[in-house]
């Protein structure tokens, strides 16, 4: 005869960390509400469930429509280290979709994340600078951090933080000096940026030469990499053996040669032979770059008298499949072929 036994453990599709979701319209206001409780095990809980719940852009535009922004906003101040991490990683999850980053910009949440930019937990350190990142993509997430006046302390903080985390700080301080350089100029963002090219982690110094690019482009960022000798540095990286960092080193100096000061310092740290290597590279940005960087030492008039026996080199890339690099060695060879 059959009898009737109850198993002592859980079905497999339950998880006990989480809370249990309300059927339709009723699961978000529900976790909202628990958000705000005042049993730590149900806030935690509740954020769990937030966390899978995030990861669909309507389910982000409802939670933002009922407060849960604000609810969120409050448990970034919460004692519990947990309730910090996971609230933390709910922002950066929402701020992956669009309408995330519009509602973080409308709460002001890069002012109440700022305070937990020295928490004592990683993970919610990580999760925050995560959350910047993905805003830094839009435009008005980049003017939004610019403007909040996190620049000087970010660049601080690439100083001090864990290698994976200075890999985000790049990535965020990359879009936002695309708005604005002042505040990271005056925080001697380039001494630091100078430092991270000499790091033996490859992101890093990838990231690094990146985001010189940034700086690199008005003309006090240009007079700044060639005061602190940044250029030789970036001249060495060319022979980098990750294809990525020879492709970003070559932008930085596409910019910084500009000048008539950082002409003649890459041409001193014998610039050429390098970027004409990299015309061959396999990475269509590492070819675009290099051949802008030599017809800015094209403009040179020693620059210009070494290319000159090297001008089909140039030509064999009229050829190439994108039409950017066609245009550009046109112009090169333009450049070079000048006769005063």
């Known amino acids: 005869m059959a009898h009737a036994r109850i198993s002592a453990y859980l079905p497999p599709d339950i998880n006990p960390s989480q809370a249990a979701i309300a059927y339709g319209c009723r699961a978000l206001p529900k976790l909202n509400e628990e958000l705000r409780s005042e049993d730590l095990l149900t806030r935690k809980k509740a954020l769990v469930a937030l966390c899978d719940l995030m990861h669909d852009p309507e389910h982000v535009y ?5 407060g849960c922004l604000e609810s969120l906003k409050a448990l970034l101040k919460d004692s519990n280290n947990m309730v910090r991490i996971k609230a933390t990683e709910v922002l950066q999850i929402m701020v992956t979709h669009y309408v995330g980053r519009e509602g973080f910009l409308e709460h002001d ?26 805003l830094a993509q839009i435009p008005s997430g980049a003017q939004g951090i610019v403007h909040s006046g996190l620049i000087p302390l970010l660049v601080w903080k690439l ?22 350089t002042t505040e990271a100029l005056t925080s001697r963002v380039v001494p630091f940026l100078k430092e991270k090219l000499l790091s033996a982690n490859d992101n890093i110094r990838s990231k690094a030469a990146y985001t010189l690019m940034a700086i690199s482009i ?33 932008g930085a100096l596409m910019y910084a040669t500009v000048t008539t000061a950082g002409k003649y310092a890459a041409l001193d740290a014998d610039a050429i032979p390098p970027l004409l290597y990299l015309l061959v590279s396999t990475l269509r940005k590492a070819r675009l770059n290099a051949i802008k960087a030599l017809t800015m030492l094209a403009e040179a008039p020693e620059g210009r008298k070494v290319l000159q026996a090297h001008v089909s080199d140039f030509r064999v890339l009229k050829g190439d499949p994108s039409k950017a690099v066609q245009r550009a060695a046109q112009i090169a060879i333009k450049t070079i072929e000048w006769k005063p």
């Open 109 to 134: 949440i890069i002012h109440a994340l700022s305070f937990l930019l020295n928490d004592p937990e990683i993970a919610c350190r990580k999760n925050l600078h995560l959350a910047f990142k993905y």
């Open 62 to 66: 409802v939670a933002i429509d009922i």
């Open 159 to 180: 100083q001090r933080e864990e290698e994976e985390i200075q890999e985000l700080l790049l990535d965020t301080l990359a879009a936002c000096l695309l708005v604005d």
């Open 218 to 250: 008005p003309l006090e960022g240009k007079k700044q990499v060639w005061q602190y000798g940044v250029i030789p540095i970036l001249v060495h990286l060319l022979k980098d053996h990750v294809e990525e960092v020879q492709a970003n080193a070559a």
